[in-house]
């Protein structure tokens, strides 16, 4: 349940944008569109985007769907804008966790993208980035990565190598290779990421605190504490100082800095950060996201280290009861917490209620990491105790 997804995110927020700029000024040349049905488009589509930067998702999806629909009366169903459209549609879908709606809609705008400027544009680079963060959303990592490596691939043969967008496609895919457990494979891609965004955004920008986050992140996975704490703490610094003390970014150094100090023994620190971090996303997001149940259930874990099992069931329950809502039973994100949970009840020696959810874990994990990740191993040493 690592911070990654959140990046992805954040990512392809910054991806829509981009699009938009890039669709608008191709509509403004063509003579053939009334310009007050490209006005109430153009209108439509900005409201759109500051609905979705309140988090008025609900509001913002049916404003969109009427943008779809100008967009399809105004400039006919294989229009770019029309793609445009279908994408913003798409990413607030996903914002919402409805992934079944998501999906069709990404692929139609690709293959408009596709039909229309051909098949190593930036815009269907852009629109194969999304697709492949919905499919990793959902856990399906074996259908993320061809449409990450032809993003990647289009946009290094489009801008060259040391463009900030490279470093984009370099960070997604690393991510998924993270969260696959190919942690080799991931170290450089985040290198490679985190030196292009210095050298273009200078050392204090956000963009390179995720970069130094997620290079973090491969270090703790591979037991190398010592390599990712200073990286977590630049991580940190740098986004209080850009973005303040209560940005959900933030929330993210806090849990990641909480984890190596949970590895290192220091659980009076970890908690600390953990409750900060929780009370960050609560306010943010409301009680019931999917990035409030992950602070949920490290806050448990930490809890848990410390013999507080009543605290630790709690939290883990309620993390559960949120990833159930919002991603469903069999997303990947219920492995992590039903395996927790599995674990409050072994350490109290409760070993006929930790049987159902260690074999729940077993399964969830077994469906969408194949049987040869290093996690199927813990699931299946966890049951075996």
Same mark, same amino acid.
């Given at each position: 349940?690592?911070?990654?997804?959140?990046?992805?995110?954040?990512?392809?927020?910054?991806?829509?944008?981009?699009?938009?700029?890039?669709?608008?000024?191709?509509?403004?040349?063509?003579?053939?569109?009334?310009?007050?049905?490209?006005?109430?488009?153009?209108?439509?589509?900005?409201?759109?985007?500051?609905?979705?930067?309140?988090?008025?998702?609900?509001?913002?999806?049916?404003?969109?769907?009427?943008?779809?629909?100008?967009?399809?009366?105004?400039?006919?169903?294989?229009?770019?804008?029309? &793609?445009? %459209? *279908? /994408? +913003?549609?798409?990413?607030?879908?996903?914002?919402? !966790? #409805?992934? @079944?709606?998501? =999906? $069709?809609?990404?692929?139609?705008?690709?293959?408009?993208?596709?039909?229309?400027?051909?098949?190593?544009?930036?815009?269907?680079?852009?629109?194969?980035?999304?697709?492949?963060?919905?499919?990793?959303?959902?856990?399906?990592?074996?259908?993320?990565?061809?449409?990450?490596?032809?993003?990647?691939?289009?946009?290094?043969?489009?801008?060259?190598?040391?463009?900030?967008?490279? &470093?984009? %496609? *370099? /960070? +997604?895919?690393?991510?998924?290779?993270?969260?696959? !457990? #190919?942690? @080799?494979?991931? =170290? $450089?891609?985040?290198?490679?990421?985190?030196?292009?965004?210095?050298?273009?955004?200078?050392?204090?920008?956000?963009?390179?605190?995720?970069?130094?986050?997620?290079?973090?992140?491969?270090?703790?996975?591979?037991?190398?504490?010592?390599?990712?704490?200073?990286?977590?703490?630049?991580?940190?610094?740098?986004?209080?100082?850009?973005?303040?003390?209560?940005?959900?970014?933030? &929330?993210? %150094? *806090? /849990? +990641?800095?909480?984890?190596?100090?949970?590895?290192? !023994? #220091?659980? @009076?620190?970890? =908690?600390?950060?953990?409750?900060?971090?929780?009370?960050?996303?609560?306010?943010?997001?409301?009680?019931?996201?999917?990035?409030?149940?992950?602070?949920?259930?490290?806050?448990?874990?930490?809890?848990?280290?410390?013999?507080?099992?009543?605290?630790?069931?709690?939290?883990?329950?309620?993390?559960?009861?949120?990833?159930?809502?919002?991603?469903?039973?069999?997303?990947?994100?219920? &492995?992590?917490? *039903?395996? +927790?949970?599995?674990?409050?009840?072994?350490?109290? !020696? #409760?070993? @006929?209620?930790? =049987?159902?959810?260690?074999?729940?874990?077993?399964?969830?994990?077994?469906?969408?990491?194949?049987?040869?990740?290093?996690?199927?191993?813990?699931?299946?040493?966890?049951?075996?105790?």
């Amino acid at each position: 349940m690592k911070t990654l997804v959140n990046t992805a995110n954040s990512l392809i927020s910054q991806m829509v944008k981009i699009v938009l700029l890039t669709v608008l000024v191709a509509s403004f040349t063509s003579p053939a569109y009334t310009y007050t049905q490209k006005e109430l488009w153009e209108h439509l589509d900005t409201k759109t985007h500051i609905l979705y930067k309140r988090g008025q998702y609900t509001e913002a999806v049916n404003v969109a769907k009427e943008v779809l629909k100008v967009a399809e009366d105004t400039f006919g169903s294989e229009h770019p804008n029309v &793609a445009l %459209s *279908l /994408n +913003n549609l798409a990413v607030l879908y996903r914002a919402q !966790g #409805k992934y @079944a709606e998501a =999906e $069709p809609l990404l692929k139609r705008a690709l293959e408009i993208y596709e039909k229309a400027f051909g098949s190593d544009n930036l815009d269907v680079a852009t629109s194969l980035n999304n697709l492949a963060g919905l499919y990793r959303a959902q856990g399906k990592y074996a259908e993320a990565e061809p449409p990450n490596k032809r993003a990647l691939a289009i946009r290094e043969k489009a801008l060259g190598k040391d463009h900030l967008d490279v &470093a984009t %496609s *370099l /960070n +997604n895919l690393a991510g998924l290779y993270h969260v696959q !457990g #190919k942690y @080799a494979e991931a =170290e $450089p891609l985040h290198r490679r990421s985190l030196a292009i965004r210095e050298k273009a955004l200078g050392k204090d920008h956000p963009d390179v605190a995720q970069s130094l986050n997620n290079l973090a992140e491969v270090y703790q996975k591979q037991g190398k504490c010592v390599e990712a704490e200073p990286l977590h703490r630049r991580s940190l610094v740098i986004r209080e100082k850009a973005l303040g003390k209560d940005h959900p970014d933030v &929330a993210q %150094s *806090l /849990n +990641n800095l909480a984890e190596v100090y949970q590895e290192q !023994g #220091k659980y @009076a620190e970890a =908690e600390h950060l953990y409750k900060r971090a929780l009370a960050i996303r609560e306010k943010t997001f409301g009680n019931d996201h999917p990035d409030v149940a992950q602070s949920l259930n490290y806050l448990a874990d930490v809890y848990k280290e410390q013999g507080k099992y009543t605290e630790a069931e709690l939290h883990h329950r309620r993390a559960l009861k949120i990833v159930e809502n919002v991603l469903g039973k069999d997303h990947p994100n219920m &492995a992590a917490v *039903l395996g +927790n949970l599995a674990g409050v009840y072994q350490e109290q !020696g #409760k070993y @006929a209620e930790a =049987e159902p959810p260690n074999k729940r874990e077993l399964a969830i994990r077994e469906k969408a990491l194949g049987k040869d990740h290093p996690d199927i191993a813990l699931s299946q040493s966890n049951l075996a105790i």
